[in-house]
C-alpha cells in the first residue's frame, strides 16, 4: 500500500537548519512528485514548494525562496525537505504529500514537528 | 500569486444539516481545484480534485463545484464524521491554500 514515512521530531535553535526526510514506498517513486506543506501551531495549511521524482525539478514558494532546499534519492524513494536559517516562526509540523499534478495530496506523510527556539 | 479567500471561517451546524463552503480565487482558472478535510492531529485527506471529481473512498455526500473565480464544496448531510476544517487549494499556479473553515456541532 502507498505510504510516505516522515523523519521524527527535531529541535533546532535560531539561525540552524533542519533536514527533514520523506520515505515513499508502494508505487512508483519517479512517477510522481512531492509538495511540502507546513501548518504552525493552530493555524492553516502553507504550501513550502514542489519537487519532481522524475526529474528533480523544483518549484519554491516566493516567501522561502533562498531558504529552501528540495532533493530526492531515488534509490531509497526517498525526498528531503531543508530550511535554513530558522527562525521562531517556522515552528510548524512539516508534511510531505505526493503530488501528482492533476490529483494533488493523495497520499500524506504523518507530519513531522519542528521547533524553533532559544 | 494565486490568493484563496474561503468563508465562512467557522460553520455551526447540525447533523443532517446541508452545508456549503466558499472559495474565491483573486484570479480566473478553470479546475484546479481541491478540497480537503482535517482532524486535529492528522494530515489532511483530500476530499475532490479538479473542482469537482471526488477522490476514491470519500463518501458520496461531498460535492465540489464551480470554475473561474468562486468554487464550493457542499456536504449535502452533515454526519457526525464530518465535524472538522476544510480547506481548498489552488493548483493552477503553484498551489495556494485557503485559510480553512471549521465546521463545528451547533
Known amino acids: 500500500q502507498v505510504q510516505l514515512v516522515q523523519s521524527g521530531a527535531e529541535v533546532k535553535k535560531p539561525g540552524a537548519s533542519v533536514k527533514v526526510s520523506c520515505k515513499a514506498s508502494?508505487?512508483?517513486?519517479?512517477?510522481?512528485?512531492f509538495s511540502w506543506v507546513r501548518q504552525a501551531p493552530g493555524q492553516g495549511l502553507e504550501w513550502l514548494g514542489l519537487i519532481s521524482a522524475y526529474n528533480g525539478r523544483t518549484d519554491y514558494a516566493q516567501k522561502l525562496q533562498g531558504r529552501v532546499t528540495m532533493t530526492t534519492d531515488t534509490s531509497t524513494s526517498t525526498v528531503y525537505m531543508e530550511l535554513r536559517s530558522l527562525k521562531s516562526d517556522d515552528t510548524a509540523v512539516y508534511y510531505c504529500a505526493r503530488d501528482l499534478g492533476g490529483q494533488p495530496g493523495d497520499y500524506w506523510g504523518q507530519g513531522t514537528l519542528v521547533t524553533v527556539s532559544s | 500569486d494565486i490568493q484563496m479567500t474561503q468563508s465562512p471561517s467557522t460553520l455551526s451546524a447540525s447533523v443532517e444539516d446541508r452545508v456549503t463552503i466558499t472559495c474565491r480565487a483573486s484570479q480566473s482558472f478553470s479546475r484546479w481545484l481541491a478540497w480537503y478535510q482535517q482532524k486535529p492531529g492528522k494530515a489532511p485527506k483530500l476530499l475532490i480534485y479538479?473542482?469537482?471529481s471526488l477522490e476514491s473512498g470519500v463518501p458520496s455526500r461531498f460535492s465540489g463545484n464551480g470554475s473561474g473565480t468562486e468554487f464550493t464544496l457542499t456536504i449535502s448531510s452533515l454526519q457526525p464524521d464530518d465535524f472538522a476544517t476544510y480547506f481548498c487549494?489552488?493548483?493552477?499556479?503553484?498551489?495556494?491554500f485557503g485559510q480553512g473553515t471549521k465546521v463545528e456541532i451547533k
Open positions: 479538479e473542482a469537482s
Open positions: 508502494g508505487f512508483t517513486f519517479i512517477n510522481y512528485g
Open positions: 487549494q489552488q493548483y493552477n499556479t503553484y498551489r495556494t
